[in-house]
């Protein structure tokens, strides 16, 4: 079955990799701190691949609704509500970094 364009992970994968399966594709690796996917990427490099999102118009708000979506219907709310945890860790990082 060919996945819908419309997944968060399609729409990266575009970003990313020209339309191939990308590494980080679950997006764990950015929203995800209690995961192990989440150590394989420096928080410099999480904030990169924030900022390519963002560049290439990426609704990030519509992409982490998606991703939310996607673990709460897989029964995966451990998953989905590590977000905003990840966030604030991003977050701070970025503006810890500016000072």
């Avoid at 990427?41 to 118009?57: F, G, P, Q, R």
């Avoid at 979506?69 to 970094?97: C, G, M, P, W």
């Amino acid at each position: 079955m060919e996945e819908d364009n419309n997944y968060y992970e399609a729409r990266l994968d575009k970003i990313f990799s020209k339309g191939s399966l990308w590494k980080h594709r679950t997006f764990r690796t950015i929203l995800d701190p209690f995961s192990s996917e989440w150590s394989d990427t420096d928080l410099d490099k999480k904030i990169e691949i924030l900022e390519k999102i963002v560049a290439s118009n990426e609704d990030l708000v519509v992409l982490i609704k998606d991703y939310k979506t996607r673990y709460n219907e897989q029964n995966r709310k451990d998953i989905s509500s590590s977000v905003e945890r990840a966030l604030a860790i991003l977050l701070q990082y970025r503006l810890t970094k500016r000072e």
